[in-house]
Every structure is written in C-alpha cells, then in structure tokens.
C-alpha cells in the first residue's frame, strides 16, 4: 500500500525555521516527482515547492523562494522542505504530494502555525 507520512510540523515564532519530512513507502519512490503543498482552513491548496524525480531540478512559489529548500534523499525514501524566515501566517497543513503519471499520492499533512 502506497503511503506518504509528513513530519516535522509544528508552533514556530517569526523568523525562525521548521525541517518538514515526508517519508514515503510502498511505491517506487525514486520514480515519482514530488510537491509540497499547503493549505488553510478555508483557502484553496497552495503549490509551494516541487522537485524532479532525481533531485535536479525545483521550484518555488514565488511567496517562499529564497527561504525555503525542497530537497529529497531517494535512498531513504524521504523529501525534506526546509523552512527559514518565517513569516506569521494562519495556521496551515502542509501535504506532501508524489506525481508520476497516471498516478499520484498524497499524504495526510502536518500542521504549520508561524506566530509570535
């Protein structure tokens, strides 16, 4: 069974930094593209990082580029997404999202809140 579990989540004071995690298992990790995601309590699902399948190439929404690092380790079936210079924020889960078409996963997320 295909699974994706994120970690790492947290309460966090402006400025400061979180390391997300998201462990996958049961697909061919290595195979899969990956994206992060978040969303808020009645907001629309935000694209927020993306890496290829073999970590060469990323991409960052614009809100977040120069703060936060998407990077993967395919020997350990894990992406991290690196989080520094947080602003305040709602609170808001971040999911982690493996793309290799015609399928995909998702993970459950793990809660962000950036307050003072």
């Known amino acids: 069974q295909a699974q994706l579990v994120e970690s790492g989540g947290g309460l966090v004071q402006p400025g400061g930094s979180l390391r997300l995690s998201c462990v996958a298992s049961g697909f061919t990790f290595s195979r899969f593209a990956v994206n992060w995601y978040r969303q808020a309590p009645g907001k629309e699902r935000e694209l927020v990082a993306t890496i290829d399948s073999a970590g060469s190439n990323t991409n960052y929404a614009d809100s977040v580029k120069g703060r936060f690092t998407i990077s993967r380790d395919n020997a350990k079936n894990t992406v991290h997404l690196q989080m520094t210079s947080l602003t305040p924020e709602p609170p808001a889960k971040y999911y982690c999202?493996?793309?290799?078409?015609?399928?995909?996963?998702w993970g459950r997320g793990t809660p962000v809140t950036v307050s003072s």
């Open positions: 999202h493996a793309q290799s078409s015609p399928v995909d996963y």
